[in-house]
């Protein structure tokens, strides 16, 4: 716990040992990864070999990336006229590019999630949550100065916000300012920092490994490069692998 992995040690077709950042070295029969496909990879390779790999791997991977805003109201969103729905899905274009976009954000497309708007058997989310969910660029993003970063999310932030309220009943920017208790906003480069994975790719890698098995006979994947998505399903990914690959031949 609170500590990194720097290497999987491999002997005989296995995972024998995984080195963590601290320098400690653990072992186990069996080894299960949740960071991705090319990310547990790229642990198997020696220093040098892993850092020249990623740098390639930055700028030819095709993965997908978001930049998300939140806002904190003091009220449920439904007071302000966005009581109908939970997801809204929204594209202002003939056709809806799922793709990673040249500029840092594609305002064409995105998600708005109103979670206020989730039966939940009655009861209530003490503040009111407005998210905005968009395709963006993870390499032009991670190429800016901690000062221009700082600058480019804020701008960024009102564009997002502008774009998906075309898409929800008007209300005036200085009632939501009256009502605004706290903003905030992720980017690609936030996906990298507490994720890990390459590219800030959050849904991980385009090809999904169903059975969760690698070329290492006891180092198994789960997570979005498994197949599942979202929190709900990392649990699943997570409980299926260990149920199919390890608790079946433990017999537990």
């Given amino acids: 716990m609170k500590c990194g992995v720097r290497q999987i040690v491999t002997r005989e077709g296995r995972a024998a040992a995984l080195v963590l950042d601290s320098g400690e070295e653990i072992t186990a029969d069996h080894v299960i990864s949740t960071i ?6 790229n642990l198997l390779l020696s220093e040098e070999n892993r850092k020249s790999k990623i740098e390639n791997q930055k700028s030819g991977s095709p993965r997908l990336s978001y930049v998300e805003t939140i806002t904190v ?24 590019d799922y793709a990673r976009p040249a500029e840092q954000v594609d305002l064409r497309s995105g998600v708005i999630c109103l979670p206020n708007n989730f039966d ?11 998210r905005v969910t968009c395709l963006a660029n993870h390499e032009v993003w991670s190429q800016l100065t901690e000062e221009q970063y700082q600058a480019d ?11 998906a309220r075309r898409f929800l009943p008007r209300v005036a920017d200085s009632v939501l300012a009256a009502n605004l208790l706290a903003t905030d906003m992720f980017t690609p480069r936030t ?5 890990g994975h390459l590219n800030g790719a959050i849904y991980g890698a385009p090809r999904k490994i169903r059975d969760g098995r690698t070329h290492l006979s006891n180092l198994y994947l789960c997570g979005t490069d498994q197949g599942f998505l979202g929190i709900v399903g990392a649990m699943l990914s997570g409980i299926s692998m260990a149920n199919y690959h390890i608790l079946q031949k433990s017999g537990s």
């Fill in 191 to 195: 996906v990298r920092k507490f994720t």
């Fill in 120 to 130: 939940y058997a009655g009861a209530q989310l003490p503040e009111g949550l407005f």
């Fill in 153 to 163: 999310k804020l701008r960024w932030f009102a564009e997002i916000q502008r774009s």
């Fill in 73 to 96: 109201l003091d009220r449920q969103p439904a007071a302000l006229g966005w009581g109908d729905d939970t997801i809204v899905f929204f594209n202002d274009s003939d056709r809806f």
């Fill in 36 to 41: 991705g496909t090319t990310e547990t990879e």
